[in-house]
T-cell receptor, first 114, second 111 residues
């Protein structure tokens, strides 16, 4: 089944404790991205990647890192999480080399930073 | 930056009625997409309309695009309880590589 998976689905952590949220897709998609969703603000893009070893900042990249060592994986790293990073995070992928086509979303990771 | 803005923010209708929501955006686009999100879950793609298209249908969904007014509308006909969700428009601006989502319209369909 074609899908985007994220882990963990729920995470409660404390300020400053490094964490990684994994994202994997099995559709051989070129383009992957991370979004955060906050009430009243919709989805805001954090980082995106057009291909292996190619990443770029989205609209709200501060406090986040990503890597794209393999085509299928696109982990999101929070080196020193802070309470303002409490949010619902989504990974997405698309077959196009840009965002011009349908995006497939993962189920989301709900992160709470205390 | 948030380019697409949906209107209204929330909509409550009776089962069987039609639901209409609008999306306005600021800059020229390659295409516009509509997504649905059930409470707390991932977004699901509904329909994509390209800048050279004016109307598109998919089942009970009808999407229009007016590039001169920089606006789009999503119509759900004969609504069902299962249509209760948030609906987002996403624009693909020309010369950009990222989709820009609006804040969404929350639709509640009453039985």
């Amino acid at each position: 089944e074609a899908q985007v998976t994220q882990n963990p689905r729920y995470l409660i952590t404390v300020t400053g404790k490094k964490l990684t949220v994994t994202c994997s897709q099995n559709m051989n998609h070129e383009y992957m991205s991370w979004y955060r969703q906050d009430p009243g603000l919709g989805l805001r893009q954090i980082y995106y990647s057009m291909n292996v070893e190619v990443t770029d900042k989205g609209d709200v990249p501060e406090g986040y890192k990503v890597s794209r060592k393999e085509k299928r994986n696109f982990p999101l790293i929070l080196e020193s999480p802070s309470p303002n990073q409490t949010s619902l995070y989504f990974c997405a992928s698309t077959s196009a080399t840009s965002s011009t086509d349908t995006q497939y979303f993962g189920p989301g990771t709900r992160l709470t930073v205390l | 930056s948030q380019q697409g803005e949906e209107d209204p923010q929330a909509l409550s209708i009776q089962e069987g009625e039609n639901a209409t929501m609008n999306c306005s955006y600021k800059t020229s686009i390659n295409n516009l997409q509509w997504y649905r999100q059930n409470s707390g879950r991932g977004l699901v793609h509904l329909i994509l309309i390209r800048s050279n298209e004016r109307e598109k249908h998919s089942g009970r969904l009808r999407v229009t695009l007016d590039t001169s007014k920089k606006s789009s509308s999503l119509l759900i006909t004969a609504s069902r309880a299962a249509d209760t969700a948030s609906y987002f428009c996403a624009t693909d601006p020309i010369n950009d590589y990222k989709l820009s989502f609006g804040a969404g319209t929350t639709v509640t369909v009453r039985a």
